[in-house]
């Protein structure tokens, strides 16, 4: 089966950075999304990791440990408009489906305080 | 392009009731999903499809039905809707392949009473 573990809420400061954590079980790990979801709204990409590393992309980077079951995702120069929740989201193979399928996590809902 | 498009945006049904949520992409994505979002939950597979004609089951199909007779469309069909049922519904696709982004619908907002 898969389990994802995200913190619930953080909260941040205007400018400031934060790191979001995701640690993850899951049979047949194939690729880490982080996606951001303003609330009454659809998640949208942020990045997409499937070696370990580093992915940088503008304010936003997201890195990968596949022997730790662990990722962050960093935003740096933190602006109001931040203020979401960033769903962790890991391919694998879903329990008793032939297939890989994206498995969410609950997501983490920040808010961005001047 | 339009993307992913979801109708309806809204909707109210009583217990008992049955309807279909329609979604259309116009991205020739062979992949093809409906997900579920409860607060605290996250994001939970309901049906998913990687072809036209190829259907299979999520994390939490009970009470939900999907075809896949095009490309384009994969609506989803609830039976004999249950308050259990309210919650948002997000349709999503994207190309075969494993790092493939998935692209979402804009959400169906759907409360039974």
């Known amino acids: 089966g898969q389990n994802i573990d995200q913190p619930t809420e953080m909260t941040a400061t205007e400018g400031a950075i934060v790191q979001i954590n995701c640690t993850y079980q899951?049979?047949?790990?194939?690729?880490l999304f982080w996606y951001q979801q303003h609330a009454g709204e659809a998640p949208t990409f942020l990045s997409y990791?499937?070696?370990?590393g580093l992915e940088e992309k503008g304010r936003f980077s997201s890195f990968l440990s596949r022997s730790k079951g662990y990722s962050y995702l960093l935003l740096k120069e933190l602006q109001m408009k931040d203020s979401a929740s960033y769903l962790c989201?890991?391919?694998?193979?879903?329990?008793?489906?032939?297939?890989?399928?994206?498995?969410f996590g609950k997501g983490t809902k920040l808010s961005v305080i001047p | 392009n339009a993307g992913v498009t979801q109708t309806p945006k809204f909707q109210v049904l009583k217990t008992g009731q049955s309807m279909t949520l329609q979604c259309a992409q116009d991205?020739?994505?062979?992949?093809m999903s409906w997900y579920r979002q409860d607060p605290g939950m996250g994001l939970r597979l309901i049906h998913y499809s990687v072809g036209a004609g190829i259907t299979d089951q999520g994390e939490v199909p009970n009470g939900y039905n999907v075809s896949r007779s095009t490309t384009e469309d994969f609506p989803l069909r609830l039976l004999s809707a249950a308050p259990s049922q309210t919650s948002v519904y997000f349709c999503?696709?994207?190309?075969?392949?494993?790092?493939?982004?998935?692209?979402f619908g804009e959400g169906s907002w759907l409360t039974v009473v």
């Open positions: 989201a890991v391919r694998g193979l879903l329990p008793g489906a032939g297939s890989y399928q994206l498995t």
């Open positions: 991205m020739n994505h062979e992949y």
């Open positions: 899951t049979s047949g790990f194939n690729g």
């Open positions: 999503a696709s994207s190309y075969a392949g494993a790092g493939n982004t998935i692209y």
């Open positions: 990791n499937v070696l370990d």
